[in-house]
C-alpha cells in the first residue's frame, strides 16, 4: 500500500517568506510526528498529532513554527517569515495508534533551502 | 551534553564481520527505538524495545534499563547494511524522542 507521502520534496525559498510543508500519512493512521534533520545534526522532535487530541508541540523550536491536521489526516507544517538556520530536512512520520512501542513510517521529506 | 548518545560516530566493517553499535541516554524513557537511514535519506524503523532483547533476520537490539544502555548488534554484515543507524529515546511523559547523532556504518565487500 501507499506509505508516508510529503510534498514538495524540495523547497528553495528566501529569507522571510512564509513556506508550508504538507505530509498525507498512512490512511489510518491516528499519529502523526514532525521533525527535522539539520545539516550535520540529529533527528529533532517538532510535534506529534494524535487522532482529535491537541498535538503536543513541545518540539517547536518558535513561535514562527505551526502545524495543523486537518481531519485526522493530511499534516500542514507552516514557517513564517523563514530564516536561514530553518534549512533542513522535514521529516514525516505516522503510527497505527498511539503507544511507545508502536512503528512509524517514515516519509521520504522535504529538503528546504532558505538563501 | 545530549541526552542520548551514540558510539561510534563513523564505523567501517570488512563484509561478514560482527558489528556492535551502542547507545546510552540519560533520561528515563519509556521505550528506545532503532532506526535505520539509507545514503537516500529514507528512514526506516528497525526496533523498537522497553526491555531485553529483539531479534530480527542478521540484527539483535538489546537494552538495560538499569544501565541506560542498549546495542545494535549485526551479524554477518554485508554492503547492503551501510547506512547510518539512529538510535531515539522516548520520553516517559509526553511525546518527545530524543536522538542520538547516529552512526555511520559502512561495510566494505
Known amino acids: 500500500g501507499a506509505g508516508v507521502s510529503q510534498s514538495p520534496s524540495n523547497k528553495v525559498t528566501e529569507k522571510g517568506k512564509d513556506v508550508e510543508l504538507r505530509c498525507d500519512p498512512i490512511s489510518g493512521h491516528t499519529a502523526l510526528y514532525w521533525y527535522r534533520q539539520s545539516l550535520g545534526q540529529g533527528l529533532e522532535f517538532l510535534i506529534y498529532?494524535?487522532?482529535?487530541?491537541?498535538?503536543?508541540k513541545s518540539g517547536l523550536p518558535s513561535d514562527r513554527f505551526s502545524a495543523e491536521r486537518t481531519g485526522g489526516s493530511v499534516s500542514t507544517l507552516t514557517i513564517q517569515r523563514t530564516q536561514q538556520e530553518d534549512s533542513a530536512v522535514y521529516l514525516c512520520a505516522s503510527s497505527p495508534q498511539t503507544g511507545a512501542l508502536k512503528t512509524q513510517y517514515f516519509g521520504p521529506g522535504t529538503r528546504l533551502l532558505v538563501l | 551534553k545530549n541526552e542520548v548518545e551514540q558510539s561510534p560516530q563513523n564505523l567501517t566493517a570488512q563484509e561478514g564481520e560482527f558489528i556492535t553499535i551502542n547507545c546510552s541516554y540519560s533520561v528515563g524513557i519509556s521505550a528506545l527505538h532503532w532506526l535505520q537511514q539509507h545514503p537516500g535519506g529514507g528512514i526506516v524503523s528497525l526496533f523498537m524495545?522497553?526491555?531485553g532483547k529483539k531479534k530480527h533476520g542478521r540484527l539483535i537490539a538489546t537494552i538495560n534499563i538499569q544501565e541506560k544502555h542498549s546495542s545494535l548488534h549485526i551479524t554477518a554484515s554485508h554492503p547492503r547494511d551501510s547506512a547510518v543507524y539512529i538510535c531515539?529515546?522516548?520520553?516517559?511523559?509526553?511525546?518527545?524522542?530524543?536522538f542520538g547523532t547516529g552512526t555511520s556504518l559502512t561495510v566494505i565487500p
Open positions: 524495545l522497553s526491555s
Open positions: 498529532f494524535q487522532g482529535n487530541s491537541a498535538p503536543d
Open positions: 531515539a529515546a522516548k520520553g516517559l511523559t509526553g511525546n518527545q524522542f530524543y
